[in-house]
Nanobody
Framework: QVHVTESGGGSVQAGGSLRLSCAASTSTYRVMCMGWFRQAPGKEREGVAALYTIGDFKVYGDSVKGRFTISQENAKNTVYLQMDSLKPEDTGMYYC?????????????????????WGQGTQVTVSS
């Protein structure tokens, strides 16, 4: 079983940046789909971005395209989410999770129930 731990959240003003980290506990991280999700109070969990850990395949939600960048550092079994030009609507708890490798390539990469090994989350608050 893979354990993941998120970090890097905080409070920023609109237009600011944050970088979130998701550290995985095992080298089997190397062959899977790693996803970032967020959840605002009273709303459903939303897929933000996902990355296939082999190669360079990445996918983004429409609301973050051009502002967020997902990347990885294999030596540290870590996936990052660089968030720029933050907006108040980006506020929420951000989670990372793992899924089977093919999930990234499917049309359902942003379906939360297809993921497992969820972390505790890290809070992002963007003020206007």
């Amino acid at each position: 079983q893979v354990h993941v731990t998120e970090s890097g959240g905080g409070s920023v003003q609109a237009g600011g940046s944050l970088r979130l980290s998701c550290a995985a506990s095992t080298s089997t991280y190397r062959v899977m789909c790693m996803g970032w999700f967020r959840q605002a109070p009273g709303k459903e969990r939303e897929g933000v971005a996902a990355l296939y850990t082999i190669g360079d395949f990445k996918v983004y939600g429409d609301s973050v395209k051009g502002r967020f960048t997902i990347s990885q550092e294999n030596a540290k079994n870590t996936v990052y989410l660089q968030m720029d030009s933050l907006k108040p609507e980006d506020t929420g708890m951000y989670y990372c999770a793992t899924a089977a490798a093919g999930q990234c390539y499917s049309g359902n990469w942003d379906v939360a129930r297809m993921y497992s090994n969820w972390g505790q989350g890290t809070q992002v608050t963007v003020s206007s």
